[in-house]
């Protein structure tokens, strides 16, 4: 019953790009398709069943493409120095700038978030099949991987922003609290000058894959 009912949510959203309406044209539907998209395939690459697995990984490709659509409506705080030593600066300098609008933010960060979780998601699927650790696909594996993280993709990590509750709460918390520009997985500024309190939800899952899952856990406790 759970397989029927996932496969066929997933053949009403795949029918609706498909269909004459001629799919997702606005970034909040981008952003919509893709996140369904994702948490299905998180669904039946991991469930263990072959057929969901099979289904899964006939999609990974179509993830893939909606993901590039995703980045080309990103905006990636491409005014931010990707150097590790222009963090600090540029945290204090946006503090200093006027907040973005909350809802504005928001979906902005969501496609930010989306695109790094999902292409974390995707790599390390491949490298819990193997790929890339000697099978006859590893060549081909490394490229795709290159090919994903060549790009810059930066987000933001603050639970005081992520967390507010309402347009109040996010430009005090933008005023008042550090904020960091993080770009893919270059974590070493904001583990040298952040703190514990600042680690929402998808910071640590990063953090996890980037240090440990008990390392990640000793910087939270240690820097709160």
Aim: with cysteine.
């Amino acid at each position: 019953m759970v397989m029927r009912a996932i496969d066929r949510a997933v053949k009403d959203l795949l029918s609706t790009e498909t269909g004459g309406g001629g799919g997702a044209t606005m970034p909040v539907e981008k952003l919509a398709r893709t996140q369904a998209l994702f948490l299905f395939q998180i669904i039946r690459l991991l469930d263990g069943d072959v057929t969901l697995r099979a289904q899964g990984e006939r999609d990974i490709r179509l993830l893939e493409v909606w993901l590039n659509d995703l980045c080309k409506v990103r905006e990636n705080l491409r005014d931010l120095g990707a150097g590790s030593g222009t963090s600090e600066r540029n945290s204090v300098g946006r503090r200093n700038q006027h907040p973005p609008q909350w809802e504005t933010w928001i979906f902005a960060e969501s496609v930010r978030r989306t695109i790094i979780m999902a292409h974390s998601f995707l790599q390390l699927y491949e490298m819990m099949k193997g790929l890339g650790s000697g099978s006859s696909n590893s060549s081909e594996a490394e490229d795709d991987d290159r090919g994903v993280w060549d790009y810059t993709h930066r987000w933001t990590l603050s639970r005081h922003l992520w967390e507010a509750k309402s347009s109040f709460e996010f430009e005090r918390a933008w005023k008042e609290k550090p904020h960091f520009i993080i770009t893919n997985y270059a974590f070493n500024h904001f583990l040298q000058n952040g703190r514990g309190d600042d680690v929402d939800e998808l910071a640590e899952i990063l953090l996890s894959v980037y240090m440990g899952v008990e390392e990640t856990k000793e910087f939270i406790t240690a820097k709160s």
